[in-house]
């Protein structure tokens, strides 16, 4: 069916202290990590409703997916933080770094 050894590299919890003994701890990293899967949907948004000279539609799109998913990963980051989560927030990252590159060729000067 699977390779459970596999399965269990995947899903083996990278963060995963006793909540109960830091009570205030977890109430904070969740916040935060809620907050920051809100900013990132934010952004998001912000990067699809811009226009950029000579940047064409597709590399915008591929922009804002890239920061609307990154945001989805951080809601799923409140609950837990499994390894196959850290590699997909790394392909995710890399993926608006390298587009973040191509787009900063097309349209000199800016910054964002």
Not at 14 to 38: C, H, R, T
Not at 72 to 82: A, G, K, N, S
């Amino acid at each position: 069916m699977g390779n459970p050894m596999l399965y269990n590299l995947l899903n083996y919890p990278l963060v995963s202290p006793d909540w109960g003994y830091y009570g205030g701890i977890k109430m904070a990293y969740q916040g935060f990590n809620l907050l920051e899967g809100i900013f990132w949907i934010i952004l998001s948004g912000y990067v699809y409703r811009r226009q950029l000279p000579n940047v064409t539609r597709i590399l915008t799109l591929q922009y804002t997916i890239a920061f609307f998913c990154f945001g989805l990963t951080d809601f799923v980051e409140v609950f837990q933080m499994p390894l196959w989560l850290l590699l997909i927030k790394g392909v995710f990252l890399a993926l608006i770094l390298i587009t973040r590159h191509k787009i900063l060729k097309l349209a000199p000067g800016r910054k964002f």
